[in-house]
């Protein structure tokens, strides 16, 4: 079963998601992270979500801040702004019956629940799918005159799946504050790493960084052919049969 529900973050912004309830709870519930500037609606995302209730998770799709349903200002997004909401975000499915808790995200969402799982010691699994694990630094997707216009007016203009966007100084100096890859060689949760090795957006060498980060604690699964959206609704059904079968496998192990 599908709700649609909604919470507030720490700024008393109402933000939206769509829950999954299963026929029968068994205990374990996880919270699914969007990529930058998408939403919860993302087919993999979907399709997961859908897959983990159907095993007899808990299930919570939800939109960041600025993003989706959600209220706020995207200019506003920070990535420690993020981490909070997934913080929120928990008590809902715990709330619903979760007594073990996963993260996962897409792309940005990946790195923010790393992040999240890594300042949390209930959090016992964590998926990325997609996800730029190196670091944080995004002004690798502007050009130079967008990078001049950072610098100039401490805003920079952008657009993004048909939306008028901007983000100022304080993401970027948000940001810095992370260091991921020191983040994921330390992470004691079980990460599964996810990516295709057609991704455009993300290139695939930042899955493996990840493994060669924390190998010991690591599961790595490189879909071949699969790009950044994981578009193919074949990669779909094998990823999310893997994710599946991982996060149960956590949950009935007890890590």
Known sequence: MEQL???????????????????EIKGGGV????????????????????DLAAAGFIALRFDFSGNGQS???????????QIAEIKKSIDIITDNGAEWIGLAGHSMGAAIAILTAARMNRVKAVCALAGRLSGLN???????????????TGRVSFS?????????????????????PETIKTLRAPLMVVHGDHDEIVPVKEAYLAQELNPINTNLAVIPDADHMFSNHEHRLKISKLVVKWFE???????
């Open 5 to 23: 529900v909604h919470f507030y973050n720490h700024q008393e912004e109402k933000l939206a998601g769509t829950l999954h309830l299963p026929d």
């Open 31 to 50: 919270v699914f992270g969007h990529c930058f500037t998408c939403s919860r609606h993302t087919r993999i995302i979907r399709l997961i979500c859908s």
């Open 71 to 81: 209220e706020g200002d995207f200019g506003a997004s920070t990535h420690s702004k």
């Open 138 to 152: 995004a002004t690798h997707f502007f050009s130079k005159r967008q990078l001049k216009e950072l610098h100039d």
């Open 160 to 180: 993004s799946r048909g939306r008028p966007l901007q983000l100022s100084t304080t993401f970027f100096a948000d940001a810095e504050q992370y260091n991921l």
């Open 249 to 255: 496998e956590r949950n009935y192990s007890g890590g």
